[in-house]
Every structure is written in C-alpha cells, then in structure tokens.
C-alpha cells in the first residue's frame, strides 16, 4: 500500500463534478422517485436506478447528475441519510476512477460498535477528523452487525481518526479503530500466525467406511484430541473428509507431517492445517479472480463445439475449414504434449453464422473422420 496522500485541494477532480452516489436504497425506489426527491436541490441532468443485467431487478444504489456542481454539493451536505420510500440513504460523490477506493488509502475500519450507532451518527462522529469520502455500517436483516468502514479524502485524515478515537468507549462500548486491511492481507496475516499455533487439522481422501471413531483411532497416536467429525451428507453418506481437534498445537502439527501422504486402504490421505474462513474465503477470491480474467480474455461471440477431429487438425485448418459460414474470432484445437485431444472450439460473431455452421458440419468428414458439431452457449460482454 502506498504512504502517499491523495491531494485534498484537487480531489474534485477525482470526481464527476455534479453527480452523486446514491446507496441504501430500497428496492422499490425508482429514477422518477429519486429525481422527485432531489430536483428540489436544483436542477438535475438525469437519474438512473443500477440494475442486474440479466434480470433487470436493482442493486440498491444509483446515481443522480446535477447541472451545476454546486447543488450537487448543496445535497450532499444537507440531504444525506434523508429518507426516501421509508429507508434512509447514504451520499457520496460518484467516483468513476475507483482507483482511490481500490487502493485502500485513507480507508478505516471500526468494530464492536453498538447497534444503536447507524449511518447517519458514525458520519458526524468521524467526520471531525477530515472530509468523508463514503461511510457505511453493516448491516443485515437484525440490524448493525456491530462493525463499519469510514473512507476519508486523505491518509491524514485517516490516522487521525485511527489516533483519536480507537479504544474511545461510545455508548458503553470500547471501540476498535484500526487501518482497513484488504481481506487478502488480513488473510496472510491469520495464516501466518495460526501455522505456529494451530491444533485443528483437515483430513480429506478417506474411504466410505471411516467414521469418528475409526478417524479418532488413526489420529490419537500423536496426541489427545478434543473432538473428531467425519462430515456426512443428508443422507448420512460421508463426504470423504472431516477435522480433528488436537488439545495441543504439538499434537496436530506431529500429525500433519507423519500422516500426509500416507496411504490408508488404497487411498492417498491429505493431512493438513485447517484453513480459517477467512483463508478459505480469500482463497475463493483469487480463484473467481483467475476466472474472471480467463474470461474476459476470451473473445465474445457464439462458440460451436467440434468433436472426433482428426489427428491432422491444428488452429489454422480449424478455422479454414469453418470460415465460409462466417466471421471467426476464436478457432482452437486443445492439445496436449503437442498431440491434438481430438475436439475444439469455433467461436462466431452471430448465432445465425453458428447454426449455419453446425447444420452443415456436424457429421462431415474432415480429414478421415465425422465431426461431432453442436452449439454453445453465447458469451456476452454487458
């Protein structure tokens, strides 16, 4: 993370100068609600409710331009956490460039807050320490979930609030207020100090006849446990994994090195430390991210599947043997070692390019063998 300070007197030009984050919303606001609730402020370009793109139902935030920057700041000082359709909502300035927010820079983070404490007071109390950017309590359907992010314009800002009001009681309750950690760094951190002291131990890759006690039986050798589950479906069918809780730190990490790998009734155990939520989730983030990278590598348009391709085909006899239907923006033989694997993948501008192209392909000879040609699923860049 960078030390640096974004400069508070150019930090409009971070921003679309007149156009306003709108979040909190209910579902059923919509953009003749939210202009009617801010023409009063002055006169207003457009409104717009952000929607899903497939099924068209709000994300719970929009947006509202304004003709002239200064009712749009005349709004955000005098209307934020007004109500609307019953709900209050939150103000900021619309950040098209979300670098600032990306980087983490000037953000905090609070917790054991009371639930008393909404939206609308940790804006006042923090908002003596410099200018906020966007403040949020998390909340579900019980209320405060007790913890919340305040992002000030500048570091300064930041680490005044942080000086200031961490270890503050408010309302009877002591307060946290640290720097904000990114859940990949927050993450490391667990990992690195839960390797020196950790007693719970993941097995997986057992038999469908292992149960707690044959589990227990296996693991006890290293140390006394504390509690041994083997993890079984609805219909009480095991899942091929469970967890053992040793008493001490020395009893699970013995384990772990004498019992990883080893074989058990044909099957290979993997013995490991047991990941906390927090691993596993930022885990399922670096995957989803290499996902949606792959994805948005790929280029957009209608994909045909080919099967049964003869040895001979490679990307360039793929994509001349199905460019006469139409414009190819992808052709590929998936290979392996060199060798073709025997099917791949034409991807088409249009749906009507595609099922021409399987209609006419599917089953004629290639090479010295039948293809086996079928439609894919369109891709589609929203």
Not at 87 to 109: A, C, E, T, V
Not at 165 to 192: D, H, I, S, W
Not at 301 to 327: A, R
């Amino acid at each position: 993370m960078g030390s640096g300070e974004p400069n508070p007197a150019g930090k409009k030009k971070k921003y679309l100068k007149a156009a306003l984050y709108v979040g909190d919303l209910d579902p059923d606001v919509t953009e003749d609600m939210l202009y009617k609730k801010f023409r009063p402020a002055g006169p207003l370009r457009f409104t717009r409710i952000c929607r899903d793109p497939v099924t068209r139902s709000p994300l719970g935030y929009g947006y509202v331009n304004f003709r002239f920057p200064a009712d749009a700041e005349w709004a955000l000082n005098t209307m934020n956490f007004d109500l609307i359709n019953g709900k209050p909502f939150r103000l900021m300035w619309s950040q098209p460039d979300d670098r600032l927010r990306k980087s983490g820079i000037g953000n905090i983070f609070i917790k054991n807050l009371d639930k008393s404490i909404d939206n609308r007071a940790l804006f006042y109390l923090f908002s003596a320490f410099g200018s906020i950017l966007s403040c949020k309590v998390v909340c579900d359907d019980n209320g405060s979930k007790g913890y919340a992010y305040v992002h000030f314009d500048s570091l300064a800002a930041a680490n005044r609030a942080i000086w200031h009001m961490n270890g503050v009681r408010l309302n009877n309750r002591q307060v946290y207020v640290g720097r904000f950690k990114f859940p990949e760094e927050r993450a490391a951190e667990v990992r690195t100090r839960d390797r020196a002291t950790f007693t719970n131990v993941f097995v997986k890759n057992f038999g469908d006849d292992m149960n707690d006690d044959k589990l227990k039986e296996l693991f006890s050798e290293y140390g006394p446990t504390e509690s041994v589950k083997v993890i079984r479906d609805a219909s009480g069918k095991s899942k091929g994994f469970g967890f053992v809780r040793y008493e001490t730190h020395e009893a699970a990490q013995k384990a772990v090195l004498d019992l990883h790998g080893k074989s058990i009734d044909g099957k290979v155990l993997y013995v490991g430390r047991a990941q906390k939520k927090i691993e596993r989730l930022a885990e399922l983030r670096r995957r989803f991210e290499r996902l949606r990278l792959k994805e948005k590598s790929r280029p957009p348009g209608v994909p045909i599947y080919i099967k049964n391709l003869d040895e001979t085909i490679d990307d360039e006899k793929l994509k001349e043997e199905f460019s006469s239907f139409g414009s190819i923006s992808r052709a590929k033989v998936m290979v392996e070692v060199g060798q073709g694997k025997g099917f791949g993948v034409v991807c088409f501008s249009s749906f009507e390019e595609a099922t021409k192209a399987v209609d006419e392909m599917n089953g004629r000879i290639v090479g010295s063998k039948p293809l086996q040609v079928t439609l894919g699923q369109a891709r589609r860049r929203w």
